[in-house]
Each structure stands twice: as structure tokens, then as C-alpha cells.
């Protein structure tokens, strides 16, 4: 009984809408669009009020120093905060007591160096975009 009426509805409206000259039809979206907009900046208003209430909770955030990284671990000589023991007082997130061992670092490439350490023109230029460069390689590294 529902779907008879909304079928009704809908084919009285395409009738109306096909009778209205260019003058209603305007206003009739001009009505719309206006109370889309309005509709968007109460929104909008909603969220920024969310963010307000939201930012004002976390400024009374207190601070937490988890003071200088001071353990060294024995195999691999990672550096540690003192209260990241295990359950064995052993520090393992790095290697594993020396069970995972990587081989070192190649010696970084001569122009890579210099764009990391120069002041010349193309190493300012380097090292102020070098997030931008960073994200653009890491796609092509996947073959993106």
C-alpha cells in the first residue's frame, strides 16, 4: 500500500515538473540549493562546535617526561627507556637476544650526502621538500 502511494507521489511530481516553465523550475532549485546550503552550514556549525568541545577536553592533558633512553641493549646496542623490560628484565624488541642480527648499512651515495649536508641551491631545495620526495618514492618503490 506504502510503494502505491510513493509510485503516485513520484508521477504526480514528474507530471508537475514537466508542466513548469523555466522561471519555477529556477526557483524551485534555487529553493533547493538554498536550503541545502543552509542545511551544510548548520552541519558545519555542529562539527565545529564538536571540535570545540573536544579541543577544550584535552588541554588539561598533563605532561609525562619519559625521561632519557639509557639502557643499551647487550647484543645489538639499541637504546632503551629503563621500564621497557620484559617480563625476563631483558630488552628484546630490537633483536631478539641477538637472534635476528641485520647486516650494516651501505655506505650512503656521495650525492645523497650532499644534498643531505651542502648549502647549495639544489641541497636547500632537497632538504625543503624532502617529505614530498620521500612519499612520491615510496610509491614508485611498490611499483604504484
Not at 633512553?69 to 627507556?81: K, R, S
Request: charged share 30%; net charge positive.
Amino acid at each position: 500500500m506504502n510503494s502505491l502511494r510513493t509510485s503516485q507521489y513520484n508521477l504526480r511530481r514528474r507530471e508537475q515538473r514537466a508542466r513548469e516553465s523555466l522561471d519555477e523550475r529556477f526557483q524551485r532549485r534555487s529553493a533547493r540549493n538554498a536550503a541545502d546550503r543552509l542545511r551544510r552550514a548548520r552541519a558545519r556549525s555542529d562539527q565545529q562546535m564538536a571540535n570545540r568541545v573536544n579541543s577544550q577536553a584535552e588541554t588539561n592533558v598533563s605532561e609525562h617526561d619519559c625521561g632519557m633512553m639509557t639502557e643499551i641493549c647487550n647484543y645489538c646496542q639499541a637504546l632503551y627507556w629503563r621500564n621497557e623490560l620484559n617480563s625476563s628484565n631483558k630488552y628484546t624488541k630490537c633483536c631478539h637476544d641477538g637472534k635476528v642480527r641485520l647486516p650494516n648499512l651501505a655506505e650512503t651515495p656521495d650525492l645523497l650526502k650532499e644534498l643531505l649536508t651542502n648549502n647549495s641551491l639544489e641541497a636547500r631545495n632537497y632538504q625543503k621538500h624532502i617529505r614530498e620526495y620521500n612519499a612520491a618514492l615510496a610509491f614508485a618503490s611498490m611499483g604504484a
